[in-house]
């Protein structure tokens, strides 16, 4: 599946904005997705996460938890992530990833993620 990433851009703290994957050439619903972020000389690490048999079952790193919300929407084979409240630490270059092999145990991982879009930056000033 091929990934394409949008909707970075520059956002005052406390502002909002929302990222979004749209994925092709691939049965979208037969993959997990998975948003990953990565701040200047940082490694990539996981922010959210949505399982392909439930999405109901949505994964967040502690420090977004109740601030940003992962959805999938299956007939347009997109992944959205919409960011609520952000913070300057939000700063980063946005990434979506899909696997149709990870488990709960491993969604946090970048390995265990095959495809992955091109990025998109998100500036939080304050």
């Known amino acids: 599946v091929q990934l394409q990433a949008s909707g970075g851009g520059l956002v005052q703290a406390g502002g909002s904005l929302r ?37 109901n079952n949505l994964y967040y790193k502690d420090s977004v938890k109740g601030r940003f919300t992962i959805s999938r ?35 946090r991982l970048s390995s265990s993620y095959d495809s992955w879009g091109q990025g998109t930056l998100v500036t939080v000033s304050s």
Request: hydrophobic share 40%.
């Open 19 to 55: 990222v979004s994957c749209a994925a092709s050439g691939g049965t979208f619903s037969g993959y997990t997705m998975g948003w990953f972020r990565q701040a200047p000389g940082k490694e990539r690490e996981f922010v959210a996460g949505i399982f392909r048999w439930n999405i």
């Open 73 to 107: 929407d299956v007939a347009r084979k997109t992944v959205y992530l919409q960011m609520n409240s952000l913070k300057p630490e939000d700063t980063a270059v946005y990434y979506c990833a899909a696997s149709s092999r990870v488990i709960l145990s491993t969604l």
